[in-house]
């Protein structure tokens, strides 16, 4: 096994070595802030009407990350646009986000890159962000629909030969396929892995999940991250118990890697923490388990619930407008945008849920992003 090198590129330099990284190889402060849990919102892709990268924008929003307090970034995933690969963006925006975590704050932040694509590209977006100093690979499943689970574990195995990974299930109304719990047990046993985001927005497929990493008997050696951006605040509150062989295995999901999470961002950090150490002390009141459908609540609006999610990504990217953090809502694609009554259910869940938004840390610190 070949330790990886843990430095930065200049930005315009084509630079690629193959390394094959093991997670043991990863420094002890990422190892630990992953184990433990932490806040990673899904990192948004900033344009300018041309629909080329605005790349003051794209430095300001990975700035805005850092100050709020997160412990990593996550970048080239569905947040960002997979359509980032077709157009030529891929390195350039993992590499903005990479050179902010290491310049713009002074301790560790746990970087990811989302990996796509049948087995050869993966593997060569691995190569990319492990060139970048990123720590693991987000792996979507998405271009598998149709595969058997034998072919998705081989494919699993082969990337997690060239990066530590984590596991995406990713809902289906958005492209990810059906996941048993077999394979979340067989991908459980893949050596590499050192997380799983569960994002089925689906309570059946994600006891899927825990079970898969219990039969496993994985469940101290991968963390499990919510990506459930329909109930952030209950996942991360209560513990999912499960039976092997007669015996019941509780296990807790320990944090977050959400698009919900890269909007008001400054106070999703704040919440994370108070549910933290209510865990940790066990004293958890009722307004804190309330906190669930008032996130939900805003989550509805972001995410377009109401037109199946059409208008997810430009929800987020409204939000980001409004605080001056985006020129605008433009995505690669130019038929993507926000559905018709969204814009006013964004106004909505601003005004019911007034203690959610960071719209005064946001202004008072712009300028300095921006500069």
Known sequence: MVTAHWFLPSLGQNWVEVLSVHKSDLPQAIIELLKNGTVIPAHPLALMPDRTIDVTHQRALSRYYLDAGVGGLAVGV???QFAIREHGLYETVLQLAAEQSLSWVHRPVVMVAGLSGHTAQACKEADVAKSLGYHAGLLSL????????????RHCEKVADQIPIIGFYLQPAVGGPLLSASFWQRFASIDNVVAIKIAPFNRYRTLDVVRGLVL????DRITLYTGNDDHIALDLLAPTTVVRNGERITVQIKGGLLGHWSVWTQR??????TIQDAVQTGHIDMELLSLDSRITDANSAFFDVANDFSGCIAGCHEVLRRQGLLHGIWCLDPAEGLSPGQMQAIDRVYKDHPDLHDDAFVRANLNRWLA
């Open 142 to 153: 998405r271009s598998f629909h149709g595969s058997s689970e034998d072919e998705m574990i």
């Open 216 to 219: 496993a008997g994985a469940q």
């Open 268 to 273: 999703a950090v704040s919440y994370f923490k």
């Open 78 to 80: 569905h947040t960002t």
